[in-house]
Every structure is written in structure tokens, then in C-alpha cells.
């Protein structure tokens, strides 16, 4: 039997309700609509005096705890790589520059503040961070130099 839990709970008032993890497509916030009619009826069942809008608050509170739940496990790399793909690079670049500013050995974030750089147009400054996140890289045994 699995240790992990099926569930994460959702807070609605007072009322702390168990939802599901397979009310969304794995690793995403995409609610299944067939899910989401179960615990719907469920509810619904379980607490008579749930007004519709009342399950559809529940449903939106649960797609935020969610994100978080997502959100918590990815490292600042991960984090500043989805603003890289969404096209935000200025928003990437502030968030490394204040992560770097207290984790100043993180290499993969040294290597995306790089490419941030370099698609912003800001040659000179992207090549920099590239030189110094291999010379971390070098330093910390990431790469062996032939």
C-alpha cells in the first residue's frame, strides 16, 4: 500500500473538504470533468445544504491549492524557465536576479539568467552570466575541461 496521499484538503469556511489528486489531469490543473461531477455529487450528498455556487467555490479553491501543490515542488530554475517559455523574460530576469542574490552558487539559475539576457538583447551582460555559471560549474565538478 502506497504512502503517498490521494487526497489534499481544501478549506470552504469552516468546512475542510477532502478532494481528490484524480480530479485533475496529472501534473496540471485541468479539472476531469467526469471527476468533478462525482465529487460534485458527493458533496452534495454529503452536505445537503451546499448550494451549487458553494461546490463551484470548492471546485476554484481546490484548483488553487493545486497550483500551489505544484508549484511547491519545483526548484527556482524550474520556476523561472516556465516565465522563459511564457515569454516573460524581464519578469524571469527580476525573479533571478533576486534568487541569485541570496543563492549566488546556483548554477542552473546563473545559466537561465543567461539565456534571459541573451533573448532581451543584452549580449555582452548574457555571455557574463554564461562565464560565470561555468566557472561554477568547473568549480563545483559539473564540468571536466579536456
Known amino acids: 500500500m502506497s504512502s503517498r ?3 489534499f484538503k481544501v478549506q470552504h469556511g469552516k468546512m475542510e473538504v477532502n478532494v481528490p489528486f484524480k480530479l485533475f489531469e496529472p501534473g ?3 479539472i476531469r470533468p467526469t471527476e468533478a461531477e462525482k465529487l460534485r455529487k458527493l458533496l452534495r450528498s454529503q452536505y ?3 448550494s451549487d455556487n458553494a461546490v463551484d467555490v470548492i471546485l476554484v479553491n481546490a484548483k488553487e491549492e493545486m497550483a500551489r501543490i505544484l508549484d ?3 526548484t527556482a530554475a524550474d520556476r523561472a524557465r516556465d516565465m522563459i517559455q511564457k515569454g516573460e523574460l524581464e519578469k524571469a530576469l527580476g525573479f533571478l536576479e533576486a534568487h ?3 543563492n549566488e552558487d546556483d ?3 546563473w545559466y537561465l539568467c543567461a539565456e534571459a539576457l541573451m533573448r532581451l538583447g543584452k549580449k555582452d551582460e ?3 552570466a554564461m562565464r560565470h555559471a561555468r566557472s561554477l560549474a568547473e568549480k563545483k565538478g559539473k564540468i571536466v575541461r579536456r
Open 28 to 30: 496540471t490543473t485541468t
Open 48 to 50: 445537503p445544504w451546499l
Open 5 to 7: 496521499s490521494t487526497f
Open 100 to 102: 541569485l542574490f541570496i
Open 107 to 109: 548554477i542552473d539559475a
Open 126 to 128: 548574457g555571455f557574463e
Open 72 to 74: 511547491s515542488g519545483k
